[in-house]
């Protein structure tokens, strides 16, 4: 468990006791559609693969009682989504914690927190296009400057001739 824990980025734990087969191969199905691996662990034997990980998360201990299941992604709000969709319908799975982006959750109030959070790779994409848009700004500027002065230009040459 531990090199399952250590090979993805993020992890949540969740309830998903009593669903009856059939809804659990459903959330089963839907985990691997989104490509979020679910197992379902012992409490004694999550928390060793916990404490023997590179993921820095003691404080998720506590949350380590009744029926634990752990749903792996390295996407880090896919869970979350997959969590709050389905639970809609089935009142389960129930979010326990969950440690994404390098800092854990606890708690079932820390959901909508965790669906909004944005990935490194989003968030440098969102910084990227903030710094580009004021030089294709100045580009445009420029590139349309040019077809105005040539235009002007153009429009003298004409008048000399």
Known sequence: MTNEINSYNHYYLADISNLNAEVTSELRRLCNKREVKLVVVKNTLLRKAIENSQ????????????????????????????????SKKYKKPVLKGAYVEECA?????????????????????????????????????????????????????????
């Open 55 to 86: 993921k820095n998360s003691e404080e998720l201990y506590d949350v380590l009682k009744n029926n634990t299941s752990i749903l792996l992604s390295n996407t880090g709000n896919v869970p979350a989504k997959l969590i709050k969709e389905f």
């Open 105 to 161: 959750y606890v708690g079932e109030n820390q959901l909508d927190a965790l669906v909004d959070v944005k990935s490194k790779e989003e968030l440098i994409g969102g910084i990227i296009a903030m710094l580009q848009a004021p030089a294709q700004n100045v580009i445009s500027a420029l590139q349309s400057g040019g077809n105005t002065i040539h235009g002007v230009l153009k429009t003298l040459g004409e008048r000399e001739a």
